[in-house]
């Protein structure tokens, strides 16, 4: 009786097992097909190679991988690559991504999925099981440790120096949430390198200028991924800060200015330096940015730190004056769709023009005087219908000059008012001539000339006909008598 037991249950795991295989297979596909060894790795930060063993006895028809970058704010971005393969039944595929091109940047620390698609030479379809690949420089050997939502990534033998920059991230994370009165839905990884040289590779391509007087202590290089190249507590700070500020301010539609964003990242930093002295010295000589100069962020090495040191003062201005949750408002309009103008209205009652003389003033400079601002060309003039030509005409149209474009930048045309406008586009100088709005001229005496001509050109064809047929019939009585 035991044995029976025993035999039953024996080839219900035996079924059990088998069935199990089978799920393994995917539809339509050889049971002799399979695919093993899939894997991905990096020699450095411009690619990435993947790379898996497939058999096939009937011959590989096609061979794609399939990958997704993850991206937890505003959606993964995937693509599909061809492999390169051989005959026979077993081959080993091989794709190389390019991750830091002209046409496609992927930074070191991405996290992708991907998996193989495989087509037989019968036309079976098989595939690979979905596996998840951290992006790493493969020219170091890196260590990882995590604290709440943040996971800091580092080689080398000190692991004081990965606690220390998890603490700053950590606290700067959690300080700016309450900050903005908002939440990171998601963890946030911190890629260290040891100085920027090493890491110099992995950075986005600039120009090379801007690389050779800008030195860069740290980027936010992704929705939930940071870059320290010098990894002091207020680099790890200011790029944990726009982390935060991505999510406060960034909208479907809207994104928050870079002055906002740049200056809120200062902000949380335990001290502003060097960016307070750039300020300090161009406020003492009345040669500031109008803030509406500084909606993107400064691409002139000379301008970098003041750029920062301005966003941090004007910043700083409206929380010591106004308080902090009237900061975190004006991040949740703008963040619902409005512009940054109306966002200041809806919340302090000025735009960005008065917030800047209201700035000004608060650190003992004179107010600018602003000209009005054209938002829109004025509708044309109406006029009344004018009547057809008539063809051919009796005389000849009148033509009408080009007007002048008179619509510059307002704030291009101030002058002696100490401010720094190298951001603006200068004013139209060149002025066309005046319009003329007159009619053309039609003559409509054309239209009873066409009439008379037409009346005797009948006439004289009628008078010709009469002629030549007399003649024809005296020639032709000449020919008889004849």
């Given at each position: 009786m035991n044995a029976t037991r025993w035999a039953y249950a024996f080839v219900a795991v035996a079924a059990l097992a088998l069935g199990a295989a089978f799920a393994l297979v995917p539809s339509g596909a050889s049971a002799d097909n399979g695919v093993t060894n899939v894997q991905a790795t990096t020699r450095d930060p411009t690619s990435v190679d993947f790379t898996a063993r497939v058999t096939a006895p009937a011959g590989l028809e096609g061979a794609t991988l399939v990958y997704r970058v993850l991206n937890p704010k505003e959606g993964d971005v995937g693509g599909r690559g061809e492999a390169t393969f051989g005959p026979g039944p077993e081959n080993d595929v091989k794709f190389t991504l390019e991750t830091r091109t002209a046409m496609r940047y992927i930074p070191v620390g991405s996290i992708f999925r991907f998996h193989w698609e495989f087509t037989d030479?019968?036309?079976?379809?098989?595939?690979s099981e979905e596996l998840e690949y951290v992006f790493l420089d493969g020219r170091y050997r890196w260590r990882d440790k995590q604290l709440g939502q943040v996971t800091v990534y580092w080689y080398g033998g000190n692991e004081d120096f990965a606690d220390r920059v998890l603490q700053a991230g950590e606290s700067a994370l959690e300080e700016t949430e309450a900050l903005l009165q908002v939440k990171v839905p998601y963890g946030v990884r911190i890629m260290v390198w040891n100085s920027e040289s090493d890491g110099e590779l992995a950075m986005r391509p600039r120009s090379r200028l801007f690389d050779e007087l800008v030195r860069t202590g740290g980027q936010r290089t992704g929705a939930d991924l940071l870059f320290v190249f010098t990894a002091t507590s207020d680099v790890v700070r200011h790029e944990m800060a726009h982390v935060v500020t991505a999510v406060a301010g960034d909208g479907p539609v809207s994104r928050i200015p870079s002055w906002l964003d740049e200056g809120t990242a200062v902000y949380m930093q335990r001290s502003p330096r060097p960016y307070s002295q750039a300020i300090a010295f161009r406020i003492q000589t009345d040669n500031t940015l109008r803030l509406r100069n500084m909606d993107s962020p400064a691409n002139d090495p000379a301008q970098v730190d003041l750029f920062y040191?301005?966003?941090w003062s004007t910043v700083t201005y409206l929380l010591e004056t106004y308080g902090e949750q009237a900061f975190a408002d004006l991040y949740r309009h703008v963040r619902e769709g409005s512009t940054m103008d109306?966002?200041?209205?809806?919340?302090y009652g000025f735009d960005q023009d008065v917030l800047y003389n209201l700035w000004?003033?608060?650190?003992?400079?004179?107010?600018?005087?602003?000209r009005p601002r054209v938002d829109s060309t004025p509708p044309p003039v109406a006029e009344a219908t004018r009547p057809p030509l008539q063809l051919p005409t009796g005389g000849t149209s009148g033509s009408s000059g080009t007007a002048g474009d008179d619509e510059g930048d307002a704030d291009a045309a101030e002058t002696d008012d100490g401010e720094d406008d190298?951001?603006?586009a200068p004013a139209a100088t060149a002025t066309g001539a005046p319009e003329d709005t007159s009619e053309p001229a039609v003559t409509e005496s054309g239209g009873g000339s066409n009439t008379t001509t037409a009346i005797l050109v009948g006439v004289i064809a009628l008078l010709l006909g009469g002629v030549l047929g007399v003649a024809a019939l005296v020639v032709a009585r000449s020919s008889r008598s004849g």
């Open positions: 030479a019968e036309g079976q379809t098989f595939q040191g301005q966003s109306k966002a200041l209205e809806a919340v000004r003033e608060d650190n003992g400079l004179d107010p600018i005087d602003f190298t951001a603006e």
